[in-house]
């Protein structure tokens, strides 16, 4: 399979090349190349070379990384376009993929001793301006263009579209291990290219809760907010895009990496699920991504003026409106933050979402074991149809189980309520059982009861004493939607989401919490 897709690929490639740049004679290509990196494995790598006119001209260069379960011809069209623009484009295949040899360690050392290798290649065989050199790669190659950027100092900026920027997080984050998109990336690992063993043994572990930390430390070494402070070091200019419905990588570790960046920086959040933001650029379409990753290159590589460096640096494509917004920094000082407390529900009715604390003291329970009419929908499917078709992930929330879930709401917004970043919610339990989850769904209600999801956020805790009150915190994912005036926002939380693996398969009792003293909060983040 791992052949038949480089085979496949291969003739695409020669179809595309055939018919643009290279009729016009304005570029060459090279789809041969082997690089021999410093242990012995063959990277597989093709390379464009814009026509110039001198022998000894210093041409501006970007290398593309793979995105998992692809190989080096996924970057065509855009290295294409690159080249005619005039920069020298080497795409290549990361060992494990396509017909680079040795298996893939997700951003470990070898992948950076692969990269430096690539770059030695660069210098010593092509016109490649070795002090104009950028990076770019989406999801798989968006990570390790990261960790390229932090580790070899030769890269002077690089482009990351869908990628991560903590691995813990995207695997493990809110100590829930992400059930679908883990066995979809280790089944496709071994399907369609050669993985490193530990990559299964370790999400194994994850999915047994055992060894757990190990397993962490491993994700840890391969995050690029690990790192932070060697890019910084260098002023390195990012790029970033990121997408609101990414259930892989969600756009919270990105933003928090934005944020942590010191140099140069741009994000931009869009509607979309992973790589599907940026996807329709791959094929030569209109695409607000990539016209700013060949700006960025522009600007950092040839000190071409177009204005992006002007620009506000974070943009928020609203997933109501598909309007973009813009902010001066990450996080903003136009944002802020409003709180609401959690009250129980009665004997009727449903819980609400108050300006003031509860003060009384109650308890009200749920049962796991089955799941609610709260969810995130088909796995990947669901949240695809949101992003671009509209067809929202929602939920009638009056017929919501009062057994295994339970529903807060505010009173009808007298004002839009405009959704930006992320939101926590602090809840205060005594689980029945050592092991238990909460999910908690954010919902725009109408005045008919009609959900659509905004936003979700889940938390596992593996050695609770049972009957003993515990704090749980969640973030959720980071939005940008605005709640209409007239609408309600509702809260609710269940124990299960198909997104991620249960706690535990059985039966077992969740009791919420309020008092004076152990308040639940939910902080929205929101531009007033």
Same mark, same amino acid.
């Given at each position: 399979?791992?052949?038949?897709?480089?085979?496949?690929?291969?003739?695409?490639?020669?179809?595309?090349?055939?018919?643009?740049?290279?009729?016009?004679?304005?570029?060459?290509?090279?789809?041969?190349?082997?690089?021999?990196?410093?242990?012995?494995?063959?990277?597989?790598?093709?390379?464009?070379?814009?026509?110039?006119?001198?022998?000894?001209?210093?041409?501006?260069?970007?290398?593309?990384?793979?995105?998992?379960?692809?190989?080096?011809?996924?970057?065509?069209?855009?290295?294409?376009?690159?080249?005619?623009?005039?920069?020298?484009?080497?795409?290549?295949?990361?060992?494990?993929?396509?017909?680079?040899?040795?298996?893939?360690?997700?951003?470990?050392?070898?992948?950076?001793?692969?990269?430096?290798?690539?770059?030695?290649?660069?210098?010593?065989?092509?016109?490649?301006?070795?002090?104009?050199?950028?990076?770019?790669?989406?999801?798989?190659?968006?990570?390790?263009?990261?960790?390229?950027?932090?580790?070899?100092?030769?890269?002077?900026?690089?482009?990351?579209?869908?990628?991560?920027?903590?691995?813990?997080?995207?695997?493990?984050?809110?100590?829930?291990?992400?059930?679908?998109?883990?066995?979809?990336?280790?089944?496709?690992?071994?399907?369609?290219?050669?993985?490193?063993?530990?990559?299964?043994?370790?999400?194994?572990?994850?999915?047994?809760?055992?060894?757990?930390?190990?397993?962490?430390?491993?994700?840890?070494?391969?995050?690029?907010?690990?790192?932070?402070?060697?890019?910084?070091?260098?002023?390195?200019?990012?790029?970033?895009?990121?997408?609101?419905?990414?259930?892989?990588?969600?756009?919270?570790?990105?933003?928090?990496?934005?944020?942590?960046?010191?140099?140069?920086?741009?994000?931009?959040?869009?509607?979309?699920?992973?790589?599907?933001?940026?996807?329709?650029?791959?094929?030569?379409?209109?695409?607000?991504?990539?016209?700013?990753?060949?700006?960025?290159?522009?600007?950092?590589?040839?000190?071409?003026?177009?204005?992006?460096?002007?620009?506000?640096?974070?943009?928020?494509?609203?997933?109501?409106?598909?309007?973009?917004?813009?902010?001066?920094?990450?996080?903003?000082?136009?944002?802020?933050?409003?709180?609401?407390?959690?009250?129980?529900?009665?004997?009727?009715?449903?819980?609400?979402?108050?300006?003031?604390?509860?003060?009384?003291?109650?308890?009200?329970?749920?049962?796991?074991?089955?799941?609610?009419?709260?969810?995130?929908?088909?796995?990947?499917?669901?949240?695809?149809?949101?992003?671009? %078709? #509209?067809?929202?992930?929602?939920?009638?929330? @009056? *017929?919501?189980?009062? +057994?295994?879930?339970?529903?807060?709401?505010? /009173? !009808?917004?007298?004002?839009?309520?405009?959704?930006?970043?992320?939101?926590?919610?602090?809840?205060?339990?005594?689980?029945?059982?050592?092991?238990?989850?909460?999910?908690?769904?954010?919902?725009?209600?109408?005045?008919?009861?009609?959900?659509?999801?905004?936003?979700?956020?889940?938390?596992?805790?593996?050695?609770?004493?049972?009957?003993?009150?515990?704090?749980?915190?969640?973030?959720?994912?980071?939005?940008?939607?605005?709640?209409?005036?007239?609408?309600?926002?509702?809260?609710? %939380? #269940?124990?299960?989401?198909?997104?991620?693996? @249960? *706690?535990?398969?059985? +039966?077992?009792?969740?009791?919420?919490?309020? /008092? !004076?003293?152990?308040?639940?909060?939910?902080?929205?983040?929101?531009?007033?």
């Amino acid at each position: 399979m791992k052949k038949f897709t480089t085979v496949v690929l291969g003739t695409i490639a020669g179809l595309v090349c055939s018919q643009s740049a290279l009729a016009a004679g304005s570029v060459t290509f090279d789809d041969q190349i082997v690089i021999t990196s410093a242990d012995g494995t063959e990277i597989a790598a093709n390379l464009f070379t814009p026509a110039t006119t001198s022998s000894n001209a210093a041409l501006p260069t970007i290398i593309f990384v793979n995105s998992w379960a692809l190989e080096e011809h996924e970057y065509l069209v855009q290295a294409s376009k690159l080249a005619q623009d005039g920069y020298l484009v080497l795409s290549y295949s990361a060992r494990g993929w396509g017909q680079s040899s040795a298996f893939a360690t997700v951003g470990g050392p070898e992948d950076m001793e692969d990269l430096s290798a690539i770059i030695d290649w660069l210098d010593a065989n092509t016109q490649a301006d070795i002090s104009n050199i950028g990076i770019s790669g989406m999801s798989y190659g968006a990570g390790l263009s990261l960790l390229g950027l932090a580790h070899e100092p030769r890269i002077k900026t690089a482009a990351a579209l869908s990628g991560w920027g903590s691995l813990p997080d995207a695997l493990y984050g809110g100590e829930s291990t992400s059930l679908v998109w883990g066995t979809l990336l280790v089944g496709s690992g071994f399907l369609l290219g050669e993985i490193s063993s530990d990559i299964p043994v370790y999400f194994g572990d994850l999915l047994a809760g055992t060894d757990v930390s190990e397993a962490l430390a491993w994700a840890e070494d391969r995050s690029p907010l690990t790192y932070v402070d060697k890019i910084n070091a260098r002023n390195a200019p990012v790029y970033i895009s990121n997408n609101f419905n990414d259930e892989l990588f969600k756009p919270n570790s990105s933003l928090k990496l934005y944020s942590l960046l010191t140099g140069p920086k741009r994000i931009d959040v869009n509607q979309g699920i992973h790589i599907s933001a940026e996807a329709t650029g791959l094929l030569g379409l209109s695409n607000y991504v990539w016209d700013n990753v060949h700006d960025w290159f522009d600007y950092w590589l040839k000190g071409v003026d177009n204005g992006i460096a002007d620009e506000p640096p974070v943009t928020m494509e609203l997933q109501s409106s598909h309007q973009r917004v813009s902010f001066e920094d990450w996080p903003s000082a136009s944002v802020s933050t409003k709180t609401l407390y959690l009250g129980p529900r009665g004997l009727i009715g449903d819980g609400s979402l108050r300006s003031s604390p509860y003060t009384s003291t109650y308890t009200n329970s749920i049962l796991s074991g089955a799941d609610s009419i709260a969810t995130t929908g088909i796995p990947i499917l669901s949240a695809a149809l949101d992003a671009h %078709l #509209d067809l929202e992930v929602s939920a009638w929330l @009056p *017929a919501a189980s009062d +057994v295994n879930s339970i529903t807060y709401e505010t /009173s !009808s917004l007298s004002s839009p309520l405009k959704l930006r970043g992320v939101s926590t919610l602090d809840v205060w339990i005594s689980p029945s059982h050592s092991k238990t989850q909460l999910v908690a769904y954010l919902y725009d209600e109408d005045a008919l009861g009609n959900g659509k999801l905004i936003s979700h956020g889940v938390r596992t805790l593996h050695n609770a004493t049972p009957g003993q009150d515990v704090k749980m915190s969640i973030e959720l994912v980071a939005a940008g939607y605005d709640v209409p005036a007239g609408h309600r926002l509702a809260l609710v %939380l #269940d124990t299960y989401d198909p997104l991620y693996q @249960p *706690a535990s398969l059985g +039966v077992h009792q969740v009791n919420i919490r309020y /008092s !004076s003293s152990k308040q639940s909060v939910l902080k929205l983040s929101y531009d007033p």
